[in-house]
């Protein structure tokens, strides 16, 4: 059963850069759909970027759109979120997620995605 496991979060100050990672063990992440959420405290995870399977589409919400990347490597196995010019709103736990259902489109809402990752923290904070 495909497990995910995310890294790479931790403490960064306004303006400066992180590159979390999403790794999959027992299953190919190249045939998932991928999206990475975030979520703070009383509130509900929102999505930040998605991933269709196979190099299909990519999605951003506006308000990480041109300071985030999302990409595959498939020689690791992993989907990588580069986050660059980070904001003290982009502060909260990443999540990535996929479908239980191969070779799919990527959504940008939550309840499209099965399995979760057990998340990774990201302080923005001078």
């Known amino acids: 059963q495909l497990q995910l496991v995310e890294s790479g979060g931790g403490l960064v100050q306004p303006g400066g850069s992180l590159t979390l990672s999403c790794a999959a063990n027992?299953?190919?992440?190249?045939?998932?759909?991928v999206g990475w959420f975030r979520q703070v405290p009383g509130n509900e995870r929102e999505a930040v970027s998605c991933?269709?399977?196979?190099?299909?589409?990519?999605l951003y919400d506006d308000s990480v759109k041109g300071r985030f990347t999302i990409s595959r490597d498939s020689s690791k196995n992993t989907v990588t979120l580069q986050m660059d010019n980070l904001r003290p709103e982009d502060t909260g736990v990443y999540y990535c997620?996929?479908?239980?259902?191969?070779?799919?489109?990527?959504?940008?809402?939550?309840?499209?995605?099965?399995?979760w990752g057990q998340g990774t923290q990201v302080t923005v904070s001078s």
């Open positions: 991933i269709a399977s196979s190099g299909g589409s990519i």
């Open positions: 027992g299953q190919t992440l190249e045939y998932h759909a």
């Open positions: 997620a996929v479908p239980r259902e191969l070779f799919t489109v990527c959504r940008m809402w939550a309840r499209w995605y099965d399995r």
